[in-house]
């Protein structure tokens, strides 16, 4: 039993989260959010330069990392820092385009030359209904893709997208190439922080990735990699509204003495507690089980985003909570924490579905 | 035991349903659905179409231009035009001074300032908070002391709800600091444009501004803007707050928000069907619906029994209580309908006339923005942890 991360891991994410708290602290992470562009697209470059997109890929496909382990230390760290970035959809992205052996696109994007996010998602309509999957017809040497995919991080910022086209045994992915003809982007804000964009392709051009309508398992582990990646970050904003809420159940004082002497506080904060280390296990259980990969990867990220729906809730209400009215304003960081754990809820299906997901890959294993 | 309405209910909400459908401006309806911001002037818009029908203050004596509307023509007028999408009326001046005036305030303050909430002359704001003072409010510090003809302010409030838009301040001031805390407090009434008043917008988490700090230096006001008798203000406060709380239990806001709900999951697809039909979702939701209809029912009952002269004690801290849980747990599941719809934050779209490409399902624009304003629900008014406590005093008697 060994649950340390290794020094090479802890030195990555000292120097990570140095960066994030010298340079991209608080007040300036606020500055960024009210700048023109949203975000700090210096900010990322700075952690792509201190090897945070590197850690995420194994040496042979381009990086200088891959293990679950090393993604958890990099999103624990984007987690501690709020750090703004397509670093969810780089992972998943990158690590399609890793099963492929696409090195030198993985290259580009660790050394920070090109930015990579990943459209996986159908784009919905005011009715609420998802538009057709994204439909791949061979084009000379190529493809054309059209279809229309929604809520793809950074969407407007990305120099290359990879494209789920086709649905279950017929799903293919493709590299396209921003400014490609026929695709357009319309980019918005994120609650969150950050950005995303609705995506529209209309012919256009796009290169196979991979075999055709043989990658539904490799999406599955990039997405199951993407869990994990979310399971560490929540874990990490969950540790610090649970450090920052002891801090101020110590400070704040209300009849004369600090508000954590009251005891149905105090309950509640143990619960807190306690439910941040069941938040740590899920990670560490998600994490475990993406090295083993196959259904054993799925059921363990399946598992973890459950635990962080429902745990990241609690942590994210708590919080505000018991702050008060200084923990609904926007100076005030635990705001930012409590808006992005929520969120994270938001990404790549919510604790119901995953709970649902669980049960479904629990009978395929039985069977 | 009867809680079926009797046909002059029923020929009651007829004439609420008539009277809204010929009024109320669709404009304004559009915006309250859409979850779109209200100006000032759309609130006054509506201030004055209810003032002009004379039910702008149904809980006021007729005198005073109220109504004599029994507890259940009350509820169902507010039921109505919560369904219909009207714009909350603003409940500062109407349903938290207006009580406190009529109870405690003398012919003159009555005669002088009643009137004015009603033809929105003043636009009244809340100086209760502070930020030393906020569960336990009776520890406020903002000062006056008396000079002559006048009480000399200073100090600072903060959490003044659309104080941004008023000209008056309602504050709770320690006039004594001697004995216990509650004993030195009065309540008075403070002009806005007084030198010495400077207000501060305070962002909140969904980048609004809807409250505010307020700071008093050397403020003077005059004698007669006080409430009833010096250092009495904290019975006056408790009488305020457990009106302001049987208001915030808002059973018809939730009635109009749940029916929201109940569409946008009707209409929401998730993994091909509707999303009213995945049980887990469902199961909340029926959870919520049961929880409404109990609410309703416990809510009739503190105004029936209020209506037969009972002053609502505890009952007023449980309606707080529930109804803020109940219309947190509708936004919380309105933002788990819009899936990755909830994250897009398009600010230009909260805004009257927004005309971008829409992105997403319809309703999910605010869905974040609402479910993280919302939480301010169970913080303020005094807490939900506060009201818990005031329930169990009542009964312990420890």
């Known amino acids: 039993?060994?649950?340390?991360?290794?020094?090479?891991?802890?030195?990555?994410?000292?120097?990570?989260?140095?960066?994030?708290?010298?340079?991209?602290?608080?007040?300036?992470?606020?500055?960024?959010?009210?700048?023109?562009?949203?975000?700090?697209?210096?900010?990322?470059?700075?952690?792509?330069?201190?090897?945070?997109?590197?850690?995420?890929?194994?040496?042979?496909?381009?990086?200088?990392?891959?293990?679950?382990?090393?993604?958890?230390?990099?999103?624990?760290?984007?987690?501690?820092?709020?750090?703004?970035?397509?670093?969810?959809?780089?992972?998943?992205?990158?690590?399609?385009?890793?099963?492929?052996?696409?090195?030198?696109?993985?290259?580009?994007?660790?050394?920070?030359?090109?930015?990579?996010?990943?459209?996986?998602?159908?784009?919905?309509?005011?009715?609420?209904?998802?538009?057709?999957?994204?439909?791949?017809?061979?084009?000379?040497?190529?493809?054309?893709?059209?279809?229309?995919?929604?809520?793809?991080?950074?969407?407007?910022?990305?120099?290359?997208?990879?494209?789920?086209?086709?649905?279950?045994?017929?799903?293919?992915?493709?590299?396209?190439?921003?400014?490609?003809?026929?695709?357009?982007?319309?980019?918005?804000?994120?609650?969150?922080?950050?950005?995303?964009?609705?995506?529209?392709?209309?012919d256009t051009p796009a290169?196979?990735?991979?075999?055709?309508?043989?990658?539904?398992?490799?999406?599955?582990?990039?997405?199951?990699?993407?869990?994990?990646?979310?399971?560490?970050?929540?874990?990490?904003?969950?540790?610090?509204?649970?450090?920052?809420?002891?801090?101020?159940?110590?400070?704040?004082?209300?009849?004369?003495?600090?508000?954590?002497?009251?005891?149905?506080?105090?309950?509640?904060?143990?619960?807190?507690?306690?439910?941040?280390?069941?938040?740590?296990?899920?990670?560490?259980?998600?994490?475990?089980?993406?090295?083993?990969?196959?259904?054993?990867?799925?059921?363990?990220?399946?598992?973890?985003?459950?635990?962080?729906?429902?745990?990241?809730?609690?942590?994210?209400?708590?919080?505000?909570?018991?702050?008060?009215?200084?923990?609904?304003?926007?100076?005030?960081a635990v705001s930012h924490y409590a808006k992005r754990l929520i969120m994270i809820g938001h990404e790549l299906g919510d604790e119901d579905y995953h709970l649902q997901r669980f049960i479904d890959l629990g009978k395929e294993e039985a069977a | 035991m009867d809680l079926k309405f009797s046909p002059e209910d029923q020929a009651f909400r007829e004439e609420v349903r008539a009277f809204l459908k010929e009024k109320l401006p669709q404009r304004l309806s559009d915006k309250v659905r859409k979850g779109?911001?209200?100006?000032?002037?759309?609130?006054?818009?509506?201030?004055?179409?209810?003032?002009?029908?004379?039910?702008?203050?149904?809980?006021?004596?007729?005198?005073?231009?109220?109504?004599?509307?029994?507890?259940?023509?009350?509820?169902?007028?507010?039921?109505?035009?919560?369904?219909?999408?009207?714009?909350?009326?603003?409940?500062?001046?109407?349903?938290?001074?207006?009580?406190?005036?009529?109870?405690?305030?003398?012919?003159?303050?009555?005669?002088?300032?009643?009137?004015?909430?009603?033809?929105?002359?003043?636009?009244?704001?809340?100086?209760?908070?502070?930020?030393?003072?906020?569960?336990?409010?009776?520890?406020?510090?903002?000062k006056a002391v008396r000079e002559g003809d006048h009480y000399i302010v200073n100090g600072q409030k903060t959490w003044t709800t659309l104080g941004q838009h008023a000209n008056m301040i309602f504050c709770l001031v320690r006039t004594n600091s001697e004995g216990k805390k509650q004993e030195g407090i009065s309540f008075l009434l403070i002009d806005m444009n007084t030198p010495g008043v400077e207000l501060r917008p305070i962002k909140l988490l969904d980048g609004d501004y809807e409250v505010n700090e307020v700071f008093f230096t050397d403020v003077k006001v005059p004698v007669e803007n006080l409430v009833g008798e010096e250092n009495k203000g904290w019975t006056y406060a408790k009488y305020l707050l457990t009106y302001e709380r049987t208001n915030i239990a808002g059973v018809g806001a939730s009635m109009a928000a749940f029916k929201v709900l109940k569409e946008a999951a009707s209409m929401q697809f998730r993994n091909g069907k509707p999303l009213i039909e995945d049980p887990r979702f469902a199961a909340r939701l029926a959870q919520l619906e049961i929880d409404l209809e109990n609410m309703k029912t416990t809510n009739l009952r503190v105004l029936d029994a209020a209506g037969h002269g009972k002053a609502p004690g505890a009952e007023s801290s449980m309606l707080k209580i529930r109804g803020t849980e109940i219309r947190q747990e509708i936004s919380d599941l309105m933002r788990r309908a819009a899936g990755s719809y909830a994250r897009p934050f398009i600010e230009a779209s909260f805004e009257e006339g927004y005309n971008g490409e829409p992105v997403g399902p319809a309703f999910a624009g605010p869905v974040a923005s609402d479910y993280f304003n919302y939480r301010k629900l169970s913080i303020f008014g005094g807490s939900n942890e506060v009201q818990r406590e005031i329930i169990t005093k009542s009964m312990l008697g420890l």
Not at chain 2, 41 to 56: K, Q, S
Not at chain 2, 66 to 86: K, Y
Not at chain 2, 96 to 116: A, C, F, I, T
């Open chain 1, 207 to 332: 290169a196979l990735i991979g075999e055709e309508a043989k990658a539904a398992q490799i999406v599955d582990q990039a997405v199951a990699a993407g869990l994990v990646a979310l399971a560490w970050e929540g874990y990490a904003i969950m540790q610090v509204l649970r450090d920052k809420t002891v801090e101020y159940l110590r400070e704040r004082k209300q009849f004369g003495i600090p508000i954590g002497k009251f005891q149905a506080l105090q309950h509640r904060m143990g619960t807190m507690a306690l439910e941040v280390e069941q938040a740590h296990s899920a990670a560490i259980n998600a994490a475990v089980g993406l090295e083993e990969g196959g259904n054993a990867a799925l059921r363990a990220a399946s598992a973890a985003k459950v635990t962080l729906g429902k745990n990241g809730s609690l942590l994210a209400e708590e919080a505000i909570q018991m702050h008060g009215g200084i923990g609904m304003t926007w100076e005030f």
């Open chain 2, 36 to 142: 779109q911001h209200l100006s000032k002037a759309d609130m006054e818009e509506w201030h004055a179409i209810l003032h002009e029908r004379g039910w702008l203050a149904p809980h006021w004596p007729v005198e005073h231009g109220g109504t004599d509307w029994s507890v259940m023509q009350r509820f169902i007028f507010e039921t109505e035009i919560a369904m219909a999408h009207a714009p909350r009326v603003v409940p500062f001046g109407v349903s938290m001074l207006g009580p406190v005036l009529l109870k405690y305030g003398s012919e003159e303050q009555k005669n002088h300032w009643l009137p004015r909430i009603l033809d929105g002359s003043d636009w009244w704001c809340q100086g209760y908070s502070e930020p030393g003072a906020g569960s336990d409010l009776a520890s406020l510090k903002t």
């Open chain 1, 1 to 202: 039993m060994d649950f340390s991360l290794g020094t090479e891991r802890e030195l990555l994410a000292n120097s990570l989260g140095r960066y994030l708290a010298d340079k991209f602290g608080s007040e300036a992470r606020l500055k960024a959010l009210a700048s023109p562009e949203g975000w700090s697209r210096e900010a990322y470059d700075g952690l792509v330069e201190l090897g945070a997109v590197g850690a995420m890929f194994t040496e042979e496909a381009g990086g200088y990392g891959g293990s679950a382990f090393d993604i958890a230390v990099v999103f624990g760290e984007i987690g501690r820092g709020l750090a703004m970035g397509p670093f969810l959809g780089t992972l998943m992205a990158g690590k399609v385009l890793e099963a492929a052996g696409e090195t030198a696109v993985i290259e580009e994007v660790v050394g920070g030359e090109k930015l990579l996010t990943f459209a996986h998602e159908p784009a919905q309509g005011p009715d609420g209904r998802a538009a057709e999957p994204v439909r791949a017809e061979k084009a000379g040497d190529g493809y054309k893709l059209t279809g229309a995919k929604g809520v793809v991080s950074f969407a407007d910022e990305a120099d290359l997208f990879v494209v789920m086209a086709g649905s279950g045994t017929e799903l293919s992915t493709f590299l396209v190439k921003a400014g490609a003809p026929g695709l357009t982007v319309q980019s918005y804000p994120v609650v969150d922080g950050g950005k995303a964009g609705e995506v529209v392709f209309k």
